[in-house]
């Protein structure tokens, strides 16, 4: 039997302050709540006091972002799935933002060790006049410790129902994907970042927040491997391929500082459990 925990966070306006209620059963819950940049904004860290998922965990997470608040929800370190003997592991998040609500879904990176065996699926529900920036970094192996992901299986689904539908399985024998130009390209790092709204996004607002996550592309020692595209009228997606962790978190950094600066007037305060 493996570690079964159920989170849910209920995020309201209660003027001029974003207050948060929690309930948690099992291993998972958040810290004290942090306000870095005043009152309208909660500071989130989800932890799971374990330190990794394994085989037969099964991990819930249920947010609901009320009208008028804002949440950022991080983690203090990498989410590890290590290996199985034959259990999946499973971690769910399902997020409700509604109208004149903000989510920043910005966790640090997710590990897969060698004979991973998990699902992990994302799906966020924004009402008319919500707006996110989430993100996702996945990591293949321990390149440092020459601990390649060449056995295992883990699939993955980022959701924002009847606009964006992102599913994938990475299976650790299948060379053609991880190999190949058109798939990972020997690459052990996958970033995914997205600015979603409840509407379609103006055009001129759409195309600002393209050209500013492009320019920060072409600054970046990944531009060769990184890019930026509008897949829906609501949602705008920043992609890279990495061989470490680092560059492409850095990459990920600099877009969500200009997004939040165009879209939200808003200054970048990085949470402090981030990577300096």
Same mark, same amino acid.
């Given at each position: 039997?493996?570690?079964?925990?159920?989170?849910?966070?209920?995020?309201?306006?209660?003027?001029?302050?974003?207050?948060?209620?929690?309930?948690?059963?099992?291993?998972?819950?958040?810290?004290?709540?942090?306000?870095?940049?005043?009152?309208?904004?909660?500071?989130?860290?989800?932890?799971?006091?374990?330190?990794?998922?394994?085989?037969?965990?099964?991990?819930?997470?249920?947010?609901?972002?009320?009208?008028?608040?804002?949440?950022?929800?991080?983690?203090?370190?990498?989410?590890?799935?290590?290996?199985?003997?034959?259990?999946?592991?499973?971690?769910?998040?399902?997020?409700?933002?509604?109208?004149?609500?903000?989510?920043?879904?910005?966790?640090?990176?997710?590990?897969?060790?060698?004979?991973?065996?998990?699902?992990? +699926?994302?799906?966020?529900? %924004?009402?008319?006049?919500?707006?996110?920036? $989430?993100?996702? =970094? *996945? /990591?293949?192996?321990?390149? !440092?410790?020459?601990?390649?992901?060449?056995?295992?299986?883990?699939?993955?689904?980022?959701?924002?129902?009847?606009?964006?539908?992102?599913?994938?399985?990475?299976?650790? +024998?299948?060379?053609?994907? %991880?190999?190949?130009?058109?798939?990972?390209? $020997?690459?052990? =790092? *996958? /970033?995914?970042?997205?600015? !979603?709204?409840?509407?379609?996004?103006?055009?001129?607002?759409?195309?600002?927040?393209?050209?500013?996550?492009?320019?920060?592309?072409?600054?970046?020692?990944?531009?060769?491997?990184?890019?930026?595209?509008?897949?829906?009228?609501?949602?705008?997606?920043?992609?890279?391929?990495?061989?470490?962790?680092?560059? !492409?978190?850095?990459?990920?950094?600099?877009?969500?500082?200009?997004?939040?600066?165009?879209?939200?007037?808003?200054?970048?305060?990085?949470?402090?459990?981030?990577?300096?």
């Amino acid at each position: 039997m493996g570690w079964h925990g159920h989170l849910k966070l209920n995020y309201r306006h209660q003027a001029p302050r974003t207050v948060v209620h929690d309930e948690h059963n099992g291993p998972l819950r958040i810290l004290q709540s942090l306000y870095p940049e005043g009152d309208a904004i909660c500071h989130n860290v989800l932890v799971h006091p374990p330190g990794g998922v394994v085989g037969g965990d099964v991990l819930q997470i249920s947010a609901h972002v009320g009208t008028g608040s804002h949440a950022l929800i991080t983690t203090p370190g990498a989410t590890r799935f290590y290996r199985s003997t034959g259990a999946l592991a499973q971690q769910m998040l399902t997020a409700q933002v509604a109208d004149g609500a903000r989510l920043e879904w910005l966790p640090l990176e997710t590990i897969l060790y060698r004979n991973t065996l998990a699902e992990n +699926r994302m799906r966020f529900e %924004l009402a008319p006049g919500a707006e996110m920036i $989430g993100w996702d =970094v *996945l /990591a293949l192996g321990l390149p !440092a410790s020459n601990e390649r992901f060449d056995a295992g299986r883990y699939t993955q689904q980022i959701e924002l129902p009847g606009v964006w539908l992102e599913r994938g399985t990475i299976d650790g +024998r299948d060379s053609r994907l %991880l190999e190949s130009p058109l798939g990972w390209a $020997g690459r052990s =790092v *996958l /970033a995914t970042m997205w600015f !979603a709204t409840g509407q379609a996004i103006t055009p001129v607002r759409r195309d600002a927040l393209l050209a500013t996550a492009r320019e920060a592309v072409d600054a970046h020692p990944l531009k060769a491997d990184a890019g930026c595209t509008a897949p829906h009228a609501d949602v705008v997606v920043v992609r890279a391929l990495a061989h470490r962790v680092e560059p !492409a978190m850095g990459l990920l950094t600099e877009v969500w500082k200009r997004w939040r600066a165009l879209a939200w007037a808003l200054p970048a305060t990085p949470p402090r459990v981030w990577r300096t």
